[in-house]
C-alpha cells in the first residue's frame, strides 16, 4: 500500500493568499484526521471525517480555515485567506473504523506563510 | 476534557543504556495506548500498541500499561543514537473517536 499521500509536500505563499492542501487516505480507512504541528503547540486535531461526513471540526482555529471531503479517496483543507501564524506542519492520518485502531500519518505538508 | 502528559525533555542517554519515557493520561475510560517515533522533519509512525494492563515487548521496545494508575510508558534497551527522536504518546476511546496526543518527549542518544 502506499501510505497516506499527501501534496503539497512544501508551500511557501505570501499573507493572504489561498492555500490548498491535499490527502490520498489509504485505501479501505474511512477515518480521516487533519491535524497541524507547531513547536509551542505540539500535535493539534484541526478536524476529522466519517464516512466523509465532518465529525467535529472544533479545532479549527478560524473561519479562514475549511475542510471537504467529496469522496473516500480525496480530502482537502483550505486556509483563506492564510496568515504568518498558520505556518506549521499539517499532517492527514487515516485509519478503519473501530476501536483501538492504528491512525497511519502522511508525510506532512511544510506550510511558511510569509 | 481528555489530556496526556509527558516531559517534554530532553531525556539523554547514553548509547547501551535503557531509555525509560513514561505518559499519562486524564481519562480512565482510556481503552487503547499507542507509542509513535516521530524524527525531525518527518511525520509520527507507530512503533508499539498496547491495550491491556502489563508488559507488552517486541524487539527492542517495551510498553507497560497500568490502568490503575493511568499510566503508560516505554523502554527502550540497548539505546542507539538512531533511537534518536521525539516520542508520542497517544491514547484511544470508544467509539470512532481521534487518538489524544501527548506534546512528545525528546530522546537523545549519545553516542
Known amino acids: 500500500d502506499a501510505g497516506v499521500i499527501q501534496s503539497p509536500r512544501h508551500e511557501v505563499t505570501e499573507m493572504g493568499q489561498e492555500v490548498t492542501l491535499r490527502c490520498k487516505p489509504i485505501?479501505?480507512?474511512?477515518?480521516l484526521f487533519w491535524y497541524r504541528q507547531t513547536m509551542m503547540r505540539g500535535l493539534e486535531l484541526l478536524i476529522y471525517?466519517?464516512?466523509?461526513?465532518?465529525?467535529?471540526d472544533s479545532g479549527m482555529p478560524e473561519d479562514r480555515f475549511s475542510a471537504k471531503m467529496p469522496n473516500a479517496s480525496f480530502s482537502t483543507l483550505k486556509i483563506q485567506p492564510s496568515e504568518p501564524r498558520d505556518s506549521a506542519v499539517y499532517f492527514c492520518?487515516?485509519?478503519?473504523?473501530?476501536?483501538?485502531?492504528?491512525?497511519?500519518f502522511g508525510p506532512g505538508t511544510r506550510l511558511l506563510v510569509l | 476534557q481528555k489530556e496526556v502528559e509527558q516531559n517534554s525533555g530532553p531525556l539523554s542517554v547514553p548509547e547501551g543504556a535503557i531509555a525509560s519515557l513514561n505518559c499519562t493520561y486524564s481519562?480512565?475510560?482510556?481503552?487503547?495506548f499507542f507509542w509513535y517515533r516521530q524524527y525531525s522533519g518527518k511525520s509520527p509512525e507507530l512503533i508499539m500498541s498496547?491495550?491491556?494492563?502489563g508488559d507488552k515487548e517486541d524487539g527492542r521496545f517495551t510498553a507497560q500499561l497500568n490502568k490503575a494508575s493511568q499510566y503508560v510508558s516505554l523502554l527502550i534497551r540497548d539505546s542507539q543514537p538512531s533511537d534518536s527522536a521525539t516520542y508520542l504518546c497517544?491514547?484511544?476511546?470508544?467509539?470512532?473517536?481521534?487518538?489524544?496526543f501527548g506534546k512528545g518527549t525528546r530522546l537523545s542518544v549519545i553516542a
Open positions: 471525517f466519517n464516512n466523509n461526513v465532518p465529525i467535529d
Open positions: 481519562d480512565r475510560v482510556s481503552q487503547s
Open positions: 497517544a491514547v484511544g476511546y470508544s467509539g470512532n473517536t481521534p487518538l489524544v
Open positions: 485505501s479501505g480507512h474511512n477515518s
Open positions: 498496547i491495550y491491556s494492563n
Open positions: 492520518a487515516s485509519r478503519t473504523a473501530g476501536r483501538g485502531e492504528t491512525q497511519y
